[in-house]
């Protein structure tokens, strides 16, 4: 836990009720969610606290107003803030025009919405984290509007039976429902009512290059993970660069900021999909499993071996149910997926698609990308690059 | 007033159960202003072992919800016994059970479930309210009447209203978020992994064996693999097997060997364990 220096605090204790009293006001602006109850809470804390001890007070007021991790771990500076006035002061929640971006003919577009304004309640300006330098950072504007065509994706996969469900066997009558509708039949079970079964939620392993390559479509990426993890899935989250990273509790997070670079510090630049896909499966293999999707979010530039990244591929394939591959620079004029990793890639895939930007992912959320397809992969021809010899793998200018 | 939350520090002590100063202080909020509360934090600190704790120091009855995805108001605050209605019906028709209708909605065909039991014991239990993240959505809406009134309303009945409110503990390991609603009911205390420290002294409450520099040990080897990236950190639980284990067979000492042989009861999954072997043991025995 950690300590503030609550010295000076009980100086104040003729005017405390006015200060808990523009305390909520005041942590509103730091996107608190309080009001009035809270308050009256705080008022009766007073009440029952011993006011000689001012970490009491702290305490007290910590259990009332805050209500997440994140105001957790911010509330003691707000503390310290309004009740001592000093301490760090944070960036409040602020309402301001958006940046023109227009001129920005590529990367992750920002949808302007009705009221032209963008929140930065959740940003490190306001947060605990004041300061930090985010690897991936979210799209604040986007959040919602990629959750709504998430959402839209959702129907696409395939819900494997729940654990009471049983293949083969005759569905079981639900005693309780039959016995309880009898009643109204003077006890005679006339109606039979059947088990229902709930299916499981889809599981979905999503694996996002974070190479330097990638940088500009990060923030469009971290809102597609964290949609992900907002719905009625199984959903894993990893990073990968040189390694693997599992970031799925630092996404799936109500109000998402992103990952901080001190979050990712064992990740070094440059790309090996195929180590990282080994990672995957050596550390994570109880996630791989036949009803398992699994999406990988890379440009496919990739320094490492094209062996490891072959086999790597073709046994991940073999455990799961269906393989989207999102490179976002698909749409580019020119791109040919002709790298390397690319060309590895492609018989092991079921899909390949451009996904950069909202309407990029609405149109391949429309394209049915994670409609299982029954017949087995049908292996492309394998296109050999001639700019990459066997065994040295691309060169990623980026990383 | 300090005088009270020092008390109950040291009777959840005395529980088995070491609490810092901000969580007896919450606790005792809790009790006093009659409001729920609401534990989030990894799995392991000791969440669902304060409930215990806390029934324990005040000599109560615990009562648990354990949270499951599906689980519904039948299972969590009453049933009717449908079996004895049917039957009472089958009778009131033959004549055995005499001729007026028959009331089948009276406390004999009610089965009370955890949450309706919490209102009616008395006196007043703690009700620990585990997981509850687990549960679905509709479950939660189902909770806010509970916690708000410490009432339960059936229709059939009418409503029930705790003469004494239970203790609520409810915990959660934010697999998902819980609703702003629920949130608002409850008071908030976030447990996280304890210090060192606070982990050597709770160590040598549940392990009086292991000499205290080793304890120390245990906790620092275990903070540093907490912050290992492993698919399960050890909790709580997991450090007191290992003291344990270590007491047992080491007679007061933690060397690379014990390590080696104890690694299960810290880690429980092999991937955890590859992940610890390569980047060697002796990480451990000597953090």
Known sequence: MERIDLSGLTKMTATLIRQVQDFAPFLRKYGFRVGTPETLAALKCLEEADLSMPEQLFFALRSVYARSPVEWASFPHLFERHFLNRGTRLEEKKRVQLEDRSGHSRGPAVTQDHSSTVSFAMQPGSSPNQGERYALQADSNQLQAVLAVTKRALRQFDSPPGRRFRRGGRDRVNLRATMRESVRYAGEPLRLRWQQYRPDRPSVVLLIDISGSMKEYAPFMTALAWSFTRLRLRSEVFVFSTRLKRVTHLVARKAVKGITVSELTELKGGTRIGEALEELQHRYGGLLRRHTFVIIVSDGFDAGHPERLRSALQSLSERVRHMVWINPLLGDPGYEPISSGMTIARPYIHRLVDVHDLDSWREAVESQIFRPISDPVTPLPLILDSASPSGEGDTNPEV | ?287
């Not at chain 2, 990894?42 to 005040?58: D, E, I, W």
């Not at chain 2, 939660?140 to 203790?167: C, D």
């Open chain 2, 1 to 287: 007033m300090n005088n009270h939350v020092e008390k109950l520090k040291k009777n959840l002590r005395e529980a088995n159960y070491v609490a810092d100063e901000g969580l007896a202080m919450v606790l005792y909020l809790a009790q006093r202003l009659g409001r729920p509360l609401l534990l989030e934090g990894p799995a392991g600190v000791g969440k669902t072992a304060l409930a215990k704790a806390v029934s324990a120091v005040r000599g109560v009855e615990l009562i648990r919800l354990q949270c499951y995805e599906g689980l519904d108001a039948a299972h969590a605050l009453y049933d009717w016994d449908y079996p004895k209605q049917l039957l009472m019906t089958r009778a009131t028709l033959s004549g055995e059970a005499g001729n007026t209708a028959p009331d089948i909605y009276t406390d004999r065909f009610l089965i009370e479930r955890p949450l309706l039991r919490a209102l009616k014991t008395k006196p007043a239990p703690v009700l620990l309210i585990d997981e509850v993240d687990r549960a679905d959505e509709e479950f939660e809406a189902l909770l806010l009447e509970f916690l708000s009134e410490f009432q339960i309303t059936i229709p059939e009945r009418g409503s029930f209203r705790a003469a004494e409110p239970p203790t609520v503990i409810l915990t959660s390991n934010r697999t998902r978020d819980l609703s702003d609603a629920l949130r608002r009911r409850c008071l908030y205390y976030w447990l996280d992994y304890p210090s060192v420290e606070q982990e050597a002294a709770i160590i040598a409450l549940h392990v009086p064996d292991v000499a205290p520099a080793i304890a120390r040990q245990i906790a620092r080897a275990v903070r540093r693999l907490r912050k290992w990236s492993l698919l399960k950190p050890p909790g709580m639980a997991e450090t007191i097997d290992w003291a344990r284990a270590v007491a047992e067979l080491a007679a007061g000492e933690l060397d690379e060997t014990v390590t080696q042989l104890t690694l299960g009861c810290l880690l429980k999954t092999q991937e955890d364990m590859e992940l610890v072997r390569e980047k060697g043991l002796a990480q451990l025995w000597n953090a």
